[in-house]
């Protein structure tokens, strides 16, 4: 069976699976979804919920607010989270490429899921699960996310 096989399959039998679609109420916009692919890594959405709603207070999500934060100023608002180090700049770096689309999520859909991936895995802090979440949920490019979950069902 090939992953598209397997894909159609369980969509047939599950059905739609909106789990992270805008508008929902742990992921209210695409960039909270961003940021929220940022800061659980290495951690559990538990850690991850007090860094989201102290970065909504500030910032609203708006990339333009993110982007005048300071890797001083966003730690305090990351630090439950953990690797925060890692993880302040990788959310400045984002809205800073974001803003050279001129934060139109739009524009950015419209570009080849490849070209996105490459400029996303540029972003120190994403890696290959983190840049396909983010191609996935918020970019609207269908991809295969290798990550735990997959790696045990095709153990």
């Known amino acids: 069976m090939t992953i598209e096989e397997l894909y159609r399959e369980m969509a047939q039998e599950m059905g739609p699976q909106p789990w ?21 890594q290495n951690t559990n959405w538990r850690n991850v919920e007090p ?16 982007r005048q934060l300071t890797p ?3 730690t305090p608002l990351i630090k ?19 803003g050279q689309a001129d934060d139109d999520l739009s524009r950015l859909k ?4 490849a070209s996105l991936r490459q400029d996303l895995m540029a972003i120190t802090g994403i890696g290959n699960e983190t840049a396909d ?18 790696r045990r069902l095709f153990g």
């Open 51 to 66: 860094s989201l709603l102290n970065l909504k207070r500030v910032t609203g999500f708006d990339p333009a607010k993110l």
């Open 80 to 98: 439950s989270s953990g690797f925060y180090n890692r993880k302040g700049p990788a959310i400045l770096d984002l809205a800073n490429w974001l």
């Open 72 to 74: 001083t100023t966003i």
């Open 133 to 150: 979440y983010i191609l996935m949920y918020t970019l609207d490019h269908g991809t295969f996310m290798v990550d735990t979950y997959a």
């Open 20 to 40: 992270l679609k805008p508008g929902t109420p742990w992921a209210e916009t695409p960039v909270e979804i961003m940021l929220g692919a940022i800061l659980v």
């Open 110 to 113: 419209q570009r080849a899921g």
